[in-house]
């Protein structure tokens, strides 16, 4: 049974629909063979048995070429066992369910000669009476495997059963079991023969799900709908699977270890080629011995072997090993069970009262100095109480002391002279990030980040994920142009050169005095250790970017002071304008606008407090109040700058700006977790602000913090609601009333999608066609004056789509716009889908209005008369279909959207 997120085929049961009860997927497992149930087989043929003799089995055959069909095997039976496996024993395998296990068992006891004879006989029987009537002869043939042995060799099969089921982040693998038995086909004097038929294990390993890193193990990289079988497998006896995040791994009855989907940490093993991110196909991993027993974590695989053995491969926390690698303190140890999470192992060893939790390769790999973290040794932290449990296993193992050092930053532009710097960031480069790191796969570089980004590549870290990078492609020559509309006249001249470039550096900065009433409260520049050139060019840079959002100075963040700094320590002036920007357009840092941070605070940090550590939630309800958590601004409008020591506010930033707001969350409820012990003996508010206060000062574990920030759960819909409340708050007080298409969900969220620069204004309905009829001109005619615009087209069918339109309303031949512009659908699914940069077929208007260009189609494609469309994939957004399943639509409705202050002059 299966329920859930249906995206990617997730269920497997060919819908990407989602299930929230338990439905069956029986119906699409197909098998490559036949059986027969145990009940059907029956005795009804002569049969002679004795300890000399063994069991003969004859019928009549209804075959025109022969008179008998016989079975026979000799005593005593050489295929009454099966071949074992190396586990010792399947109830110690601890990893399987109660009913699992008893499945292995049924399959693994030996088969009776009886049995086996009357299988045979049944499988011969139904094969040659079909041939007799013309039918195919080749009974249980599987299809390439079972064709070329036909007819000489012929098998029957019993029941297969599930032996072991498991799912990675976005797909799943079942394994079926049952045994195969195969006989010799004879033939002499009229007499059809199966002599001494051999059983043997057989294992079907099905597959499904999303398979972008070809995890499913089906060749290729594309999702599995439906259960598929792994072909390439049909000839191992597979006993145990287990999936990680975006690979799998196969353990078979002979000590075998096959991987496929996701190798950038070294899941796979080594493949040859350092360059190869994932392999779809399963490839064997040499272990030194024959494994037993496996598990897999996100990253990483962990084996027993038969000599007792234990080796690891792939990255647990810090340390990545491409080969598999010995951990001495578990080999040799009685391990009855063992599990993985995301980034830890558990181990149960038997006769013994320990749990051995192994959550960082430091402690996995003592033996390993080329990887170790290299940091001296300190004594380790007391575990932290809470709710009487202790959690500080979760940070115990990378909570030893850390010795600062001073190091100056490699970094482009004004870089401090030195910087303490987290030591436990020393082998980072060289282990998980290369010169072949993928900084196009977002979720693998996100988990790179929470890791700790070295110096060396924070610069093309930043522009990335803060998507600095097309902004800088797409919109050359902005940051200029900010400044001749920010600067006087005059003031741009003397900065001006023969060529009629600016020279940024010339530009007179502006004083802290003629920035007053802009920065916000406690901020002061001297936290960040700049250079007097990087000073400058923070104080041209607040001011051009608060004259360039005059008189909606209101709406900027009360970061931007703090970001600006930060940026300046890696990027040029130019870099930080456009990284700034960038992030301002995206939801996950925009919704930080305009919101009450204490209240903020109380709700999202001290709610969740409630969850994981409930003693240390009541004690502060007793003597914090909501307008209490003003100590809290500090922490969040200043990104912790001033407060922990800034490598660490370097690494939350890192977090910050690939992830959003939430790991501001995350860190504050570490904060508090980490003192609970402390904060418990607190009797008012002032004493909890200097406890935290000094334990943010005088913090020296990096890892222990941003460890605990991802490892301690909250509930992260209160912070959505929370800010979806404050969202709606700031909207324009005419939103909705705008529209008589969209409902105040779908506006809200389209509000969030268009640039900071259009939600500063309150928009206007330019055109519709229940007031200005249907026709293209009319529309042309009203839009003509604003740029940009948003079209709305509403079908009668109910879907809800519509573009972002960055060009003038003008008709043509040829495309225009800019890399802002995008397409949307508002029902039945919320999704944008910006622009790939593939081409530049953005907006064309004439007798017909077109939207994206290449692949299939249009993106979007309305007549003159604007009430026929259709909808295709275009290679401009890389959108599905936004009208559904067909791709012609009728629209009953269309609107477009301006803003008065965006008129075209």
Known sequence: FVWGMGENGRLGNNSEENQYHPISLNQYFSFPFQWEENKSITSSSSSVRNKTQGITISMPAKHQDAKYIEVKIDSPSPSASLPKPHISS??????????????????????????????????????????????????????????????????????????????????????????????????????????????????????????????????????????????????EAIYQVTGGFYHSSVLTDDGKVFCFGASSEGQCGPLGDKKQTHVDVPVRVDIPSPAKMITSGNFHNIVQCISGEVYVWGRLFNSTNFIPTLIEKLSGKKIVSMISGMLSTIVVVADSADIIQTSDAEQLMENQEEVSLSHPQGALNPPVQIGGQTIGNIWNSVSKGVSDFASPLSSPVGSPTSRQRNSSLQGIEETFWTPFTNFDDNQQLILKIRKGVPDSHRLKVWLSVSGCTELLSSEEGLYARSIRAAYTTEEVESATNQGGDLTFDDIPSKSFSSLNGYLPEGFSYKHHN?????????????????????????????????????????TSEEQAYFATWALFNQPKVSDFSQFNIPELFSSVVLNALHMCAPDLHDHLETIVDTEDCHFATNWFARLFVGKFPYR????????????????????????????????????????????????????????????????????????????????????????????????????????????????????????????????????????????????????????????????????????????????????????????????????????ALMIGGGGSGCSLYLDDELNHGSCNRSSTFDNPNLCGNKKDFDAIEVEVFGWETMRNT
């Not at 049952?178 to 294992?203: F, L, Q, Y």
């Not at 004259?547 to 931007?560: E, Q, R, W």
């Not at 008709?811 to 940069?837: A, C, I, N, Q």
Request: glycine share 4%.
């Open 530 to 570: 700049l250079s007097d050139e990087n000073v400058t060019r923070m104080q041209r840079l607040l001011w051009v970017l608060y004259k360039k959002a005059t008189p909606h100075f209101m709406f900027l963040h009360p970061i931007l002071p703090d970001l600006i700094c930060i940026f300046l320590h890696y």
């Open 648 to 847: 660490l506010v370097l690494r939350i930033f890192d977090c910050f700006i690939s992830e959003g707001i939430l790991v501001l969350f995350r860190v504050a409820i570490a904060i508090f977790l980490l003192n609970t012990d402390s904060l418990l003996k607190c009797t008012n508010l002032s004493q909890i602000v200097i406890e935290l206060d000094d334990f943010m000062a005088n913090c020296k574990d990096d890892d222990a913090v941003l460890e605990l920030a991802y490892g301690v759960s909250f509930r992260r819909n209160s912070c959505l609601d929370y800010l979806r409340s404050s969202r709606d708050a700031t909207l324009p007080s005419n939103l909705d009333e705008i529209s008589r298409i969209l409902d105040h969900e779908q506006i809200s969220t389209l509000w969030l999608w268009v640039p900071l620069r259009c939600r500063l204004d309150e928009p206007r309905l330019l055109f519709s066609t229940s007031t200005c009829g249907f026709n293209i001109s009319t529309l042309v005619s009203k839009c003509s004056a604003f740029n940009p615009t948003i079209l709305v087209i509403k079908t009668s069918e109910g879907q809800i789509f519509g573009t972002f339109i960055t060009a003038n309303w003008e008709k043509g031949d040829k495309f225009h716009g800019s890399g802002e512009t995008f397409v949307f659908s508002l029902s039945p699914k919320m999704r944008k889908y910006p622009w790939t940069k593939e081409n530049t077929l953005f907006f064309l208007v004439s007798n």
């Open 90 to 235: 399947t109830k110690d395998v601890l990893a399987h369910s109660t009913s699992i296990t008893s499945q292995l068992s049924s399959i693994s006891d030996p088969l009776s000669p009886e049995e086996m004879a009357l299988r045979m006989m049944s499988t011969l029987t139904q094969t040659f009476s079909s041939s007799n009537n013309g039918e195919n002869n080749e009974f249980n043939c599987e299809n390439e495997i079972e064709k070329k042995e036909t007819p000489s060799i012929i098998s029957t099969f019993t029941k297969p059963v599930i032996c072991s089921i498991t799912a990675g982040w976005g797909h799943s693998l079942v394994l079926f079991r049952c045994r195969r038995i195969t006989a010799k086909i004879e033939e002499s004097d009229g007499v059809i023969r199966a002599n001494n038929p051999i059983a043997t294990h057989r294992s079907v390993l099905f597959t499904f799900g999303k398979s972008d890193f070809g995890q499913c193990g089906q060749g290729n990289i594309s999702d599995v709908k439906t259960p598929k079988i792994i072909s390439s497998l049909r000839n």
